[in-house]
């Protein structure tokens, strides 16, 4: 666990560094805000078509394998990107980046392999701590490393380095999770599962409104994280230096919620209680950002609805890895790896076309029409259920 957090880390590092820099970087190159969303876009909708398949990929020939093609993918993505000088070569890029995007459902998988049903919460929630730290360092880095002068060759070179160190790091310490036996018995019902699409094997499980859970909250996080830059550059003229500070701090606030807090909140209050308090701070944040005029609400509106987010997503692969057969952990976690980034799509799509129309409230109140829903379905949604235990 120690060594496939610390992968994570690494190649999340690099993740990070891009994030505040994208927003500043493709002006530059002539883009216009809806340029900059549908650049996010060709991420997330390359990411969605390819996430089942690596899930699949890693129940055949184990999860440590497809992490390094991966991360080896990532470290050429961002060297393109580092030597792109026209805007069709950021597009080209960022989507070879969304191909090779199947980590975070396979490191899910590998935890849930090395976990207990007892630990797999805390399990996820390492999983999570590696992206918080990953999104204090990288951005921070990126906003720096950008320096005054708005260069973004170092910053991504600097992430190809971290995606290339986090491959020779699994290929020299990462052990493999999934036994030969566990391949083996995958191979022999390869057949026969191959005949299971998608929609049955999520009707099998019951599934189908846990992984649509998945679309909406990523299209929440996604459209908040699209927004904030735009929001603070045009309100409070800000760069890529502040805007990745702040982003820093909120990932060192993520790492100490997920990797500190997890397991506390999980014995306390459960999961489904846990995930319905966390959409609720989610909701108070984006209310917050949608009566906000000052620095200090703006950004207290972001640390409070991306708080409440963070808290969502381990406990969503966590609710997941629960009702999935062992056989199908790494189908169905690439499955909602891959709703996850249909949900990175429609959010930066929608907020780039309503803040064209309307403005920024109106985007901000948009999403906490989806975020009641999200609660909603929380709030209606019986306590976990295990695998082989009935059903509510």
Known sequence: MPILFGVVLLDLIGFGIVIPILPFLSPQLGASKMDIALIIVSYAACSGLCGPYWGRLSDRIGRKPVIMICLLGSAIAYVLLANASELWM?????????????????????????????????????????????????????????GDSGSFLVPCLVAGFMSGLAMLAAALFLPESLSSERRQAHREQRLSQSRLSTNQMLLKSGNRQ???????????????????PLWVADLLHWSAREVGIV????????????????????????????????????????????????????????????????????????????????????????????????????????????????????????YA???????????????????GQPRA
């Not at 609660?375 to 949604?381: P, Q, S, V």
């Open 90 to 146: 950021v597009y080209c890029a960022r989507a070879f980046a969304g191909l090779v995007a199947g980590n975070m459902g396979v490191a899910s998988a590998m935890m849930s392999d090395m976990t207990s049903s007892e630990n797999r919460a805390k399990g996820m929630g390492l999983i999570g701590a590696a992206f918080g730290m990953g999104l204090v360092l990288g951005p921070l880095l990126g906003g720096l490393l950008s």
């Open 247 to 366: 982003f820093g701090i909120q990932g060192a606030i993520m790492a100490v919620v997920q990797g500190v807090l997890m397991g506390p909140l999980i014995q306390s209050l459960g999961e489904m209680r846990l995930l319905r308090l966390s959409i609720a701070c989610f909701l108070a944040g984006v209310l917050c950002a949608s009566f906000s005029e000052t620095m200090v609400f703006m950004v207290g509106s972001m640390f409070v609805a991306m708080t409440g987010a963070t808290l969502c997503m381990p406990v969503l692969n966590t609710i997941t890895s629960f009702r999935t057969e062992p056989e199908l952990q790494g189908r169905m976690l690439g499955t909602t790896s891959s709703a996850a980034a249909w949900g990175r799509v429609v959010g930066p799509l929608m907020a780039g076309s309503i803040l064209a129309l309307a403005g920024y409230r109106t985007v901000w109140l948009v």
């Open 369 to 387: 029409v989806f975020l009641v829903y999200y609660l909603i379905w929380a709030l209606r949604e019986p306590e976990l259920v295990r695998v």
């Open 210 to 228: 846990l992984v649509a859970q998945f679309v909406l909250h990523t299209s929440c996080v996604s459209g908040f994280t699209y927004l904030f």
